[in-house]
């Protein structure tokens, strides 16, 4: 009876060994362990046996085939069902690579992202911002920034006159500078405010030059407003924007509507310098028009090109690029 009992072990250790589902362990467990398994009828035969020696050595063989096989049947179980469990999470993965096929997204133009930079600097400095219309009459444009209609400094800039007035005195206006008037006439100072915007102007396009570009022009009015509020708020600026190894000067100049005026550049941590736009004083005669009394208030002005910064900032050659709506250029910024 021993060789069977060991004969039945092997056999079911084989069969556990190469059963790959759990239904099969069971229905081996029932059929070796089970009420009516192998194991359970060779038990129930053991009375048959003559001598008690025989009957203690078949018992032990009996319970160790049996132990065998219920821990063989309890470590393929895990295997399997661990490996049931890998399969499962396999099958249940979501594939999120389909969300990397989206369009590419756009995204804003140089141009304005430098308009929306120099608005955040000068948010920060404790500006505000203004805007004014593009059409603009003569007396905005030219006549209340102290260019009256004979004044040799109107011709210096292009102008494009609109046919709406026959007088020519509705034009698109060729600077921010404008912007200023219309300010002071609505609000009373003191006044800190920058003031974004398209301009036009008769030219040619060329490598540094378009008929339509963008300025920011600052106008500060209040109390006691040196030159000096005017070269800190440059300087400051200059730092803000560019970076705090730039550093700015101012160089005496001659505007209409600011007096004394400057240019101001800014200098390159390499040394170099670049022009970057016009500031100054404001002109009494520009405070007596829009009627601010110019022996109480004092203030000064800056305007400079937007398109000039952005092509600074990138290294751009030719400003035409930026306009010419090849995206493999523009979406390079
Ligand atoms: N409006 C001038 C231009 O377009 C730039 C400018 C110069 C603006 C001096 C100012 C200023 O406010 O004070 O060339």
């Keep these: 009876m021993i060789e069977d009992v060991l004969a039945a072990r092997d056999e079911a250790l084989i069969a556990i060994a190469a059963a790959s589902q759990l239904e099969l362990l069971g229905a081996l467990d029932a059929h070796y362990l089970g009420k009516k398994g192998v194991f359970t009828t060779y038990k129930a035969s053991l ?21 065998a096989v219920s821990s063989a049947l309890a470590l393929r179980r895990a295997v399997i069902a661990s490996a049931e469990r890998v399969l499962r999470l396999g099958a249940e993965r979501i594939d999120l690579t389909e969300a990397m096929a989206r369009p590419a997204r756009g ?32 007396f905005h444009n030219f006549e209340a920034l102290n260019m009256p209609p004979s004044h040799p400094a109107r011709s210096g800039f292009d102008t494009m006159f609109t046919d709406y ?43 540094t030059h378009m008929p339509v570009f963008h300025q920011i022009e600052g106008l500060v009015v209040d109390r006691n407003i040196t030159m000096a509020h005017l070269a800190g708020t440059i300087d400051a600026f200059t730092r803000a924007f560019f970076g705090g190894d730039f550093t700015s000067r101012l160089r005496p100049n001659y505007f ?43 203030g000064f002005a800056f305007g400079f090109g937007i398109d000039r910064m952005a092509r600074e900032r990138h290294g751009i050659d030719d400003i035409r690029d930026m306009y010419s709506n090849d995206i493999r250029f523009i979406e390079q910024f």
């Design 256 to 298: 209409p509507f600011t007096e004394p005026s400057a240019e101001f550049d800014i200098q390159r941590p390499d040394g170099t310098w670049i022009e970057l736009g016009g500031c100054g004083m404001v002109h009494p005669n520009v405070l007596r028009a829009v009627g601010l009394d110019p022996e109480e208030w004092s």
């Design 165 to 207: 007035a026959p007088d020519g005195t509705v034009l698109l206006r060729t600077h921010t500078s404008p912007v200023q008037i219309r300010v002071m006439q609505t609000i009373a100072p003191p006044i800190y405010m920058v003031m974004p915007g398209r301009v036009f102007r008769r030219d040619t396009p060329d490598a």
């Design 47 to 67: 009375g048959a046996l003559t001598t008690v020696d025989e009957k203690r050595a078949a018992g032990q063989a009996l319970n160790d085939a049996g132990q």
């Design 107 to 138: 995204h804003a133009h140089l141009v304005t992202q430098a308009w929306e930079r120099l608005e955040d600097v000068f948010i920060g400095l404790g500006f505000q911002i203004a805007e004014g219309p593009e059409v603009e009459t003569d």
